[in-house]
């Protein structure tokens, strides 16, 4: 079994198009997770959602916007797509540990999005 | 939050040891140092955790000195499945949440 998941694994559309990733894990994490890897490699989070609740949302555009209908589940919807969106998106998740920091994350295989 | 900071890339031919080091001066008390594998086209993938001294598993090991602001993962006898890109990272961590970043990563290449 796949411990998270994401759909689609590619997504090619047009500028100005809404689309949406789903992602879902089945590892009992409480806490789940958005990446943006870009062109260059770097990998900058997005959002974080800790039992459906909004916990970390870095400076992304309100085109962006998470939705969590339950913990095992995290899609994001992305409205107006321009071409600078044009990324693999991570998903992830992991558990709420005791101590700071020091939960392991654990990633799904990525959404290739292409924005023509 | 801690940046860290790493070399951009690595060579090593098969069979050698390899050690990363990884910078992170400004690391917080409560802050524990991960490394990530990415191979082309998937997801990071955890490879080991630390907060002091040395941690090992069957992957590879961890060194960090006392004073934490810095970090090694060393790789014993590489392969050529071990061409990847490799994160250091620190986590800030309130209540549990994770708040990360990845650095740039350092891209070892693997030689036959």
């Known amino acids: 079994d796949t411990a998270v998941s994401q759909t689609p694994k590619y997504l090619v559309t047009q500028m100005g198009n809404d689309k949406s990733i789903k992602c879902e894990q089945n590892?009992?994490?409480?806490?789940m997770y958005w990446y943006k890897q870009d062109s260059k490699k770097f990998l900058k989070i997005m959002f974080s959602?800790?039992?459906?609740?909004?916990?970390i949302n870095e400076t992304v555009p309100n085109r962006f916007s998470p939705k969590s209908p339950d913990k095992a589940h995290l899609n994001l919807h992305i409205n107006s797509l321009e071409l600078g969106d044009s990324a693999v998106y991570f998903c992830?998740?992991?558990?709420?540990?005791?101590?700071?920091?020091?939960?392991?994350?654990?990633f799904g295989p990525g959404t290739r999005l292409l924005v023509l | 939050l801690a940046k860290t900071t790493q070399p951009i890339s690595m060579d090593s031919y098969e069979g050698q040891e390899v050690n990363i080091t990884c910078s992170h001066n400004?690391?917080?008390?409560?802050?524990?140092i991960t490394w990530y594998q990415q191979f082309p086209s998937q997801g990071p993938r955890f490879i080991i955790q630390?907060?002091?001294t040395k941690v090992t598993n069957e992957v590879a090991s961890l060194f960090i000195p006392a004073d934490r602001k810095s970090s090694t993962l060393s790789l014993p006898r590489v392969s050529l499945s071990d061409t990847a890109v490799y994160y250091c990272?620190?986590?800030?961590?309130?209540?549990?949440?994770?708040?990360?970043?990845f650095g740039t990563g350092t891209k070892l290449q693997v030689i036959p």
């Open positions: 992830a998740s992991s558990r709420i540990g005791t101590s700071g920091g020091g939960e392991t994350q654990y």
């Open positions: 590892l009992g994490h409480d806490t």
């Open positions: 959602y800790n039992n459906k609740e909004l916990i």
């Open positions: 400004n690391i917080a008390t409560n802050d524990y």
């Open positions: 630390g907060y002091k």
């Open positions: 990272l620190v986590g800030e961590g309130s209540g549990g949440y994770q708040k990360v970043t």
